[in-house]
């Protein structure tokens, strides 16, 4: 029997008729879908995830209006939509794509984060402002291909080169405070990752190579110097840090508001300086509040930074399961600040 009589029909070529991606219906076109999908393959090998290579036998091609010669989407199960080959930027696929590109999400701690921490070294935990392994993940996958190299320089304990060795990335973590540097290596295990415990104010010098992608969140000016009494005290009471660190490199124990937005500049200049000609850096922060005055921290950093590279946009990340106080209350308007911008930049 031939490659043809051995395939069947209804799982060589896929299309659109509607919203939903379908079987193609008429079998007289499946000689013209096998062989484009030979072409795809020998000719986008390089450029297509190792998941649908790994299943190469069960990828379907597709083409929204049911042309298999002019097919560029691949597909491995129809609900989570087609891949297109000539897909430079990452390994989603459409519907994975439009997903990312929302303005906006919610997202809180994971259990399952703080449980795989946990199971490295209860230390993890010291740390005072972490963020997750598995939020990470999803910019990683939306910014890179897999192999791609990653910079986080605010490493902290570690999350971004974790959320790269989930994804089949390359991340490289600086991180000032030695004890989560030293935390950090204990969740390398890919053989490539890397955490370097220096300051990051002289990244270039540290000749780390350049990269595809950056992505951090830096200290919040100083406001784990200034935290609430019942931050600290939880805190205390656990044994737990209440700030970065106490050294006078430490980017967050810088007092005054300009020079802090001005050394962060500086900072995200040389990561720029470590990025490849249109590579993307997302850049995590919020404004602050100091003294009953709004510090619009993201904003004055966007504005600083898009001087030397492209703003391209932001995400807004809402932790909607913070605790909120009365600020202002019963005299002023006040907000509880619950969400963070995501502000994303390209090298060009």
């Not at 597709?62 to 491995?76: Q, V």
Request: proline letters at 4%; hydrophobic letters at 40%.
């Amino acid at each position: 029997m031939t490659t043809l009589e051995n395939m069947q029909s209804s799982k060589v070529f896929l299309f659109k008729p509607k919203k939903q991606i379908e079987e193609f219906p008429d079998t007289s076109l499946d000689s013209l879908a096998i062989a484009r999908k030979a072409e795809i393959k020998a000719e986008f090998a390089d450029n297509i995830p190792s998941r649908f290579l790994e299943n190469w036998d069960q990828v379907r091609i597709y083409h929204a209006t049911g042309r298999p010669e002019k097919a560029f989407g691949i597909c491995l199960e129809p609900n989570e939509g087609a891949y297109d080959v000539r897909n430079k930027l990452n390994g989603l696929t459409g519907k994975e794509w439009v997903k990312f590109t929302s303005s906006w999400f919610i997202f809180n701690a994971l259990r399952e984060d703080i449980k795989a921490e946990n199971e490295i070294s209860l230390e993890l935990a010291d740390h005072p402002a972490t963020f997750s392994p598995t939020m990470v993940a999803d910019f990683i996958e939306f910014f890179t291909k897999e192999g791609q190299s990653v910079l986080d320089p605010f490493s902290g304990i570690g999350s971004t080169v974790e959320a790269c060795q989930r994804t089949g990335r390359i991340g490289t973590g600086v991180e000032l405070n030695k004890k989560y540097a030293s935390l950090s290596e204990l969740r390398l295990r890919d053989g490539v990752s890397r955490i370097v415990n220096a300051n990051s104010m002289n990244l270039l010098k540290l000749n780390l190579g350049m990269f595809d992608f950056s992505i951090s969140s830096p200290p919040y000016w100083d406001v784990l110097n200034r935290s609430t009494k019942d931050f600290e005290k939880s805190r205390s009471t656990k044994k737990l840090d209440v700030t970065y660190s106490d050294s006078d490199l430490d980017l967050g124990n810088i007092e005054s508001y300009e020079e802090f937005l001005q050394a962060l500049t500086a900072l995200y200049l040389q990561v720029l300086e470590s990025l490849r000609v249109g590579a993307y850096m997302v850049v995590i922060v919020k404004n602050v509040k100091k003294g009953g005055h709004l510090y619009p921290l993201a904003w004055d950093l966007a504005r600083e930074l898009s001087h030397f590279c492209e703003l391209k946009d932001e995400k807004i990340w809402i932790q909607d399961k913070v605790s909120l106080a009365p600020y202002g209350y019963p005299n002023s308007w006040t907000s509880n600040i619950i969400h963070h911008y995501c502000l994303i930049f390209r090298k060009v």
